[in-house]
């Protein structure tokens, strides 16, 4: 005892909730340790307050502020126990209002696999700051969709796509087909790939193929070439600012990127292929949201067309972990001191998790006959600001306000970007229709005949191959995308170095044309 306490007065006092066995299991490798000295536990077991767990007090969690007050406690550490029924979210409302910082450890399930050690500190999941239960596919249905079949991810290098690629790869397909137009991505996600095979000893054909999904012929070169049976189609310009930017370039890569891909299923003979799509299709007040919302009519029409390739569509809100995704650029902005920027005070959006997101892709796979829109009940959305005050306090810093001037983070905001909106949704129709799945549910959308589709598609191309912006959007906005403009055409090369036009807010027939 005399020696562990002076090997531990100039370590951090931290402070351990939970008491089971991931708990004291950290507890004993942090005593070993020289960064942190574990001084308390907080007990989600009412009865084991004021008890002595491997020598260190235990308090019940309603006596929480009083025991880190006491114990002088400087950081708290989560190792609750899976089998643990605790509502995270109320606990993590607890902590936040100590101002500490609060990190997590690793799972008792990965100590004992050798993955990780028990005193591999961490930043909290990204799941415990969205504060919810997360949803999860019936494994059985998506397994029998994968084993032993050719199937083919186009933006494998993406976030999205190589999340995909990850949860496909496990399931044993006959091959991997990696379809990618960055060669460092591509790299990157089969080299990962390959040490998974390894690892787990799945021996999987992982095929890595550059090439861009524009380009039709290649698409179904490679399609016939490993005799592709399902497509993935995760290749998209999706940052709602840039393609607000480069409209041309975004036009051509989600919607005539999804017609060539989806035309190059049908001819190779793939049996099914799967859009992944957002909820900025719906109502949107974007290019990038038009544009996918063109490439989903894109698919239903082909659907219609012809019976042989199974199409459908899977909406979901935004994916924290991913490029992009707020939570990584909070957290940067917060470790480095702030401002912590936020576009709007009342900006919300639905959000869920990585693996989530692809694990529903697979699903709604498995699930489609035809045409379908698929999307998640993901609950009630978040609030932004919220989730950057959150981790501000999980991080242990304070918001400085003119209430509070002494606190060491400000929280800006910053105004809303191009195209971008305060609220998303997820559905167009008020009566969506349920699934096998309690969690997944499916949107009948309205849809365009095939000539319509194609006299828009063809009026789409020609405006695009004169780089004429504003004809672009005025296509976009005729066709039944619900697609309404929040401002003028903000595309660089076409305003050519001018200020955009201001807000239009009754169509787009007279947009202001600048010179290219």
């Not at 070993?32 to 004021?50: R, W």
């Not at 990127?257 to 799509?277: C, M, N, Q, R």
């Not at 900025?280 to 290019?287: C, F, L």
């Not at 305003?495 to 239009?504: M, R």
């Amino acid at each position: 005892m005399l020696v562990q306490y002076s090997s531990g007065r100039d370590k951090e006092r931290v402070g351990i909730i939970g008491a089971g066995k991931t708990a004291v299991q950290l507890a004993k490798a942090l005593q070993q340790g020289d960064e942190y000295h574990p001084v308390m536990f907080i007990s989600l077991i009412p009865g084991n307050h004021k008890t002595l767990i491997v020598g260190l007090p235990a308090f019940a969690l309603s006596h929480l502020e009083e025991a880190v007050r006491s114990h002088r406690v400087k950081r708290l550490l989560l190792a609750v126990d899976a089998d643990m029924d605790v509502n995270r979210r109320e606990l993590l409302t607890q902590l936040e209002k100590l101002n500490l910082p609060v990190q997590t450890v690793p799972s008792f399930s990965e100590v004992i696999a050798g993955q990780v050690r028990i005193n591999d500190i961490r930043d909290l999941e990204i799941e415990d700051l969205l504060g919810r239960d997360p949803v999860w596919p019936d494994n059985a249905q998506v397994a029998s969709s994968l084993f032993e079949r050719s199937v083919m991810v186009t933006g494998a290098g993406g976030s999205i796509g190589s999340e995909l690629c990850r949860q496909i790869i496990r399931h044993q397909p006959k091959c991997l087909v990696l379809f990618e137009q960055s060669e460092f991505a591509l790299y990157a996600i089969e080299r990962e790939l390959q040490q998974i095979n390894a690892a787990e000893g799945l021996d999987v054909c992982v095929h890595p193929l550059l090439g861009s999904v524009v380009h039709r012929r290649r698409c179904e070169s490679v399609m016939r070439s490993f005799a592709v049976q399902t497509v993935y189609h995760a290749a998209a310009y999706k940052h709602v600012p840039l393609v607000e930017h480069n409209v041309i370039e975004g036009v051509q890569n989600n919607v005539f990127g999804t017609l060539h891909t989806a035309e190059a299923a049908v001819a190779a003979g793939v049996e099914l292929f799967v859009l992944i799509s957002t909820d900025k299709a719906v109502r949107p007040t974007n290019v990038m949201g038009a544009s996918k919302r063109m490439a989903e009519l894109v698919l239903q029409g082909l659907a219609q067309r012809q019976s042989d390739t199974v199409f459908s569509m899977v909406r979901f809100g935004n994916v924290l972990g991913s490029s992009g995704s707020v939570v990584p650029l909070f957290r940067d902005q917060i470790s480095s001191g702030g401002p912590v920027t936020v576009t709007h005070p009342d900006i919300i959006r639905y959000f869920m998790t990585l693996p989530e997101a692809s694990q529903l892709v697979l699903q709604a796979g498995s699930m489609g006959e035809g045409g379908e829109v698929f999307v998640l009940d993901m609950g009630e959305p978040v609030k932004i600001a919220d989730l950057a005050r959150k981790m501000m306090h999980l991080m242990g810093r304070r918001e400085r306000t003119a209430e509070q001037p002494d606190g060491e983070i400000e929280l800006v905001f910053s105004g809303l970007r191009p195209g971008e909106k305060l609220y998303e949704e997820l559905l167009i129709g008020d009566n969506p229709q349920g699934t096998s799945h309690p969690r997944i549910m499916m949107a009948r959308e309205v849809s365009m005949s095939p000539e319509e589709l194609d006299a828009t598609l063809k009026d789409l191309l020609r405006a695009s191959h004169d780089f004429d912006c504003g004809r672009v959007v005025e296509i976009l906005s005729d066709a039944p995308t619900g697609f309404v403009p929040n401002g003028g055409v903000a595309d660089l090369v076409w305003c050519n170095g001018e200020t955009p036009p201001a807000v239009v807010p009754s169509g787009v027939s007279n947009i202001r044309r600048f010179p290219v």
